[in-house]
Nanobody, 120 residues
Framework: QVQLVESGGGLLQPGGSLRLSCAASGSIFSVHVMGWFRQAPGKQRELVAVVPSGGSTNYADSVKGRFTISRDNAKSTVYLQMNSLKPEDTAVYYC??????????????WGKGTLVTVSA
């Protein structure tokens, strides 16, 4: 069984910074992709940033230059550094991972989400 546990959400003012973390645990053989998605009230879940294993990062246009995704493979952990936050960044942020258990096929996993609220 795999668990993705997020931390770091909170309430802050526009222009502030926040760092999210997500640690994957379980009988993990290989982590292929880790990333972050978000869902604002009344909107669909959208990609924020992803970092494939050994590949280049990919960001939503709305966060380029403000957010940075990074990954610690030894800890199966992904981070999202968010700077210059705007009210429109308010959302529940979900950790996502595509990984393999044992030598099985890669599967998609989600964390439970952490709320980020940006408000004056």
């Amino acid at each position: 069984q795999v668990q993705l546990v997020e931390s770091g959400g909170g309430l802050l003012q526009p222009g502030g910074s926040l760092r999210l973390s997500c640690a994957a645990s379980g009988s993990i053989f290989s982590v292929h992709v880790m990333g972050w998605f978000r869902q604002a009230p009344g909107k669909q879940r959208e990609l924020v940033a992803v970092v494939p294993s050994g590949g280049s990062t990919n960001y939503a246009d709305s966060v380029k230059g403000r957010f940075t995704i990074s990954r610690d493979n030894a800890k199966s952990t992904v981070y999202l550094q968010m700077n210059s936050l705007k009210p429109e960044d308010t959302a529940v942020y979900y950790c996502n991972a595509i990984l393999s258990l044992g030598r099985g096929a890669p599967m998609n996993y989600w964390g439970k989400g952490t709320l980020v609220t940006v408000s004056a």
